[in-house]
C-alpha cells in the first residue's frame, strides 16, 4: 500500500517537457506535461504564453487532439491575453490509457493588436508506463533570477517571467558580454556571449535555460548598437597623371588617352568625408588598347561608389591632341555672338532656370564642363570649362547672365492700371454730384416743405407782389392762378424797366460764400437760378 502512494505521487512530481512555437516574434506557446505517467490516471497539462509585441491578443478556434494512449476529458483557454507577463491561459486533463506514447496538440488562432493573426500550434508526447517511477526526483526550474549585461542596460527590468529585452548602446560599444544568473545551480545555460563582437544596428541572442529534464526556456536579449555612421561614398576630386579629366561627382565614367608609352597612371582622390576610404585598381601595367581603372570609394557606413576611368592607350606612333579651344557656342533662344579669341561674355535673357547651351569643340576629342547652369538667378556666371585631349591644355569661357527686374514693371503696370481705373471714376463721381446739384435746385419747387418757403421769400417778400401776397395765407402753398399772376407782372415789370432781374455773382460779395447777392440764401453749387429767390444768377 505505502509502495503504491509513492508511485501515484512520484506521477505527479514527475518532469515536464516543453515545446515553444514563435509567431514571427510577437508571441510564443508552450505546452508543459509530465514527460511519464501510469496507465489509467488522470493528468493535467498546462499552457503558457508569452507575447513580445502586440498590447493586446484574443484568443479564437481553439482546438485540443489527444491521440494514441491518451483521451481528453476537458480543457479551458483564456480568449483574452495582455503584453508582456508570461501566464498559463488554459489547462487540459487527459486521461492516460494502455502503455505505450500518447500525443497531446493544442492549437488556436491568435488575433494581434495590429489586426494580423497567426496559427499556433504545440504538442506533447507522453511516455505511458506501468514500470516504476523515480520518486525522490527534485523539479529543477527553468526560471532566470536575472540577466548580466557588460554595457547598457536591459529595457524593461528584468522580471523572470518577462522573456524579451532590449539593450541600446552607442556606436562606440563594439563588444557586449551577456549571461544569465541561474535561480538553480542545477540548470544549464545555453546561448551566453562574453565580449563577442556586435553590428551596428540590431543583433539578436538567446539565453535558454533547462533543468536536466527536456524542460526549457528561453530569453531573449536584443542589442540595438546606434548607426549613425556618414553614408556619403562621393568623391570631392579626382584627377590622372598623365591625361587630364573635368571631374563631377554625378558623373562615374571618365575617358582619356595617353601614348604608348605610358605604363602606369597616377590617381588623386579625395573623398567628400574623411570617414570614407578610397581604393584604386587598374592603374599599373597598361596595355595597348582599352584599360579600366577602378576608384571605389567606401563610407563610413558601407555604402559604396565606384568610379571608372577607361583608358585607351594608342598605338606606337601615334600622338595625342593638344587643342582645348571651343568652336562655337550656341544656347536656344539666344545670340551670343561668340568670338574666337573672346572667352568672356553678357547675356540678358528672360526668366529661365537653365539655359540649353551646346558646345562645339575645335577636336572633337577634347572635352568640356558647364557649370553654372541651374537655378540661374540674376547675375549668375555659367563656366564652359575645357580639357585637350592630351590633359596639358585647358581653358575657361565664362558668360555673365543679366536677367531683368520685372519688379518696376510689375509696379508700373499696377499704377497704370489703378489710374485708368481711377480717373473715369473720378469724372463719373464729379458728373454725379454735379446732376444731384442741379437736382436738388430744380427739386426745390416740387418739394412741398421747399414750396411754402419759396412762396414765402419770393412772392409774398417781394415787394413788386404785395398786391399779390395779400391774397395769399402764410404756410398754405398758393394756387396756380396766383402763382401765374405773380409771374405775369413779374415779366412786366421787366419788360417795363428794361431791367432783367440779374444778379452777377462774379461781382457780389455773398457770392464768396456761396450765398445768393439778392436774398442772401445758402447756395448748392453754383446753379444759375436761384431757387429761393428767382433771381437769374450768372
Excluded: W
Aim: charged share 25%.
Amino acid at each position: 500500500m505505502r509502495k503504491k502512494l509513492f508511485y501515484i505521487i512520484g506521477i505527479f512530481l514527475s518532469l515536464f517537457i516543453t515545446q515553444t512555437v514563435h509567431a514571427d516574434g510577437n508571441m510564443t506557446i508552450t505546452l508543459s506535461c509530465p514527460s511519464t505517467a501510469k496507465p489509467n490516471v488522470n493528468i493535467q497539462c498546462n499552457i503558457y504564453a508569452n507575447i513580445f509585441e502586440s498590447d493586446v491578443v484574443n484568443i479564437a478556434e481553439h482546438k485540443i487532439e489527444s491521440k494514441d494512449s491518451l483521451a481528453t476529458q476537458n480543457f479551458s483557454i483564456d480568449n483574452h491575453i495582455t503584453v508582456g507577463k508570461a501566464k498559463n491561459i488554459g489547462t487540459i486533463n487527459l486521461m492516460t490509457l494502455k502503455a505505450g506514447t500518447g500525443t497531446v496538440t493544442v492549437s488556436f488562432k491568435a488575433e494581434f493588436e495590429d489586426e494580423t493573426s497567426k496559427i499556433l500550434s504545440a504538442s506533447q508526447r507522453i511516455k505511458i508506463d506501468a514500470g516504476a517511477v523515480n520518486n525522490n526526483a527534485k523539479v529543477v526550474s527553468t526560471f532566470l533570477k536575472g540577466i548580466k549585461v557588460s554595457s547598457g542596460k536591459l529595457s524593461p527590468e528584468f522580471s523572470k517571467d518577462v522573456y524579451s529585452y532590449v539593450i541600446k548602446l552607442d556606436k562606440t560599444v563594439d563588444k557586449i558580454t551577456i549571461e544569465g544568473i541561474k535561480e538553480d545551480n542545477a540548470q544549464t545555460i545555453t546561448g551566453e556571449v562574453k565580449n563577442v563582437p556586435i553590428k551596428f544596428g540590431v543583433n539578436n541572442y538567446s539565453l535558454v535555460v533547462s533543468n536536466g529534464s527536456n524542460q526549457r526556456r528561453t530569453y531573449g536579449v536584443i542589442v540595438v548598437r546606434e548607426d549613425n555612421r556618414d553614408a556619403n561614398s562621393k568623391l570631392a576630386s579626382l584627377s590622372v597623371n598623365p591625361g587630364g579629366i573635368i571631374f563631377d561627382p554625378a558623373v562615374l565614367e571618365y575617358r582619356i588617352k595617353v601614348l604608348n608609352n605610358v605604363n602606369e597612371i597616377t590617381v588623386l582622390a579625395t573623398p567628400e568625408k574623411g570617414t570614407s576610404t578610397v581604393n584604386v585598381e587598374g592603374n599599373k601595367n597598361l596595355k595597348d588598347g582599352e584599360n579600366i581603372i577602378t576608384v571605389k570609394v567606401t563610407a563610413e557606413k558601407g555604402n559604396q561608389t565606384v568610379y571608372k576611368i577607361k583608358v585607351d592607350r594608342l598605338a606606337e606612333g601615334e600622338t595625342l591632341g593638344d587643342n582645348a579651344n571651343i568652336q562655337d557656342i550656341k544656347i536656344k533662344g539666344y545670340n551670343l555672338k561668340f568670338d574666337y579669341d573672346k572667352e568672356k561674355y553678357s547675356l540678358v535673357i528672360g526668366k529661365e532656370k537653365k539655359l540649353n547651351i551646346k558646345v562645339i569643340m575645335e577636336d572633337k576629342n577634347a572635352t568640356y564642363k558647364i557649370t553654372g547652369n541651374e537655378n540661374i538667378e540674376d547675375g549668375t556666371l555659367i563656366k564652359i570649362i575645357t580639357q585637350s585631349l592630351d590633359g596639358q591644355s585647358s581653358k575657361t569661357y565664362e558668360i555673365s547672365i543679366t536677367k531683368p527686374n520685372y519688379t518696376f514693371s510689375y509696379i508700373a503696370t499696377g499704377i497704370l492700371l489703378g489710374l485708368v481705373i481711377l480717373i473715369p471714376l473720378v469724372v463719373y463721381i464729379k458728373y454725379v454730384r454735379e446732376k444731384k446739384q442741379t437736382l436738388d435746385v430744380n427739386g426745390y419747387k416740387d418739394d412741398k416743405a421747399y414750396h411754402d418757403e419759396y412762396v414765402k421769400t419770393t412772392i409774398i417778400g417781394s415787394n413788386n407782389n404785395n398786391q399779390i401776397g395779400q391774397n395769399i395765407t402764410p404756410g398754405q402753398a398758393p394756387s396756380q392762378k396766383t402763382i401765374n399772376q405773380y409771374i405775369n407782372q413779374n415779366n412786366t415789370n421787366q419788360m417795363i424797366n428794361n431791367e432783367p432781374q440779374v444778379a452777377d455773382y462774379k461781382t457780389a460779395s455773398n457770392m464768396a460764400n456761396n450765398k445768393c447777392p439778392n436774398c442772401g440764401r445758402e447756395l448748392l453749387g453754383t446753379p444759375k437760378i436761384c431757387p429761393y429767390c428767382n433771381m437769374t444768377l450768372r
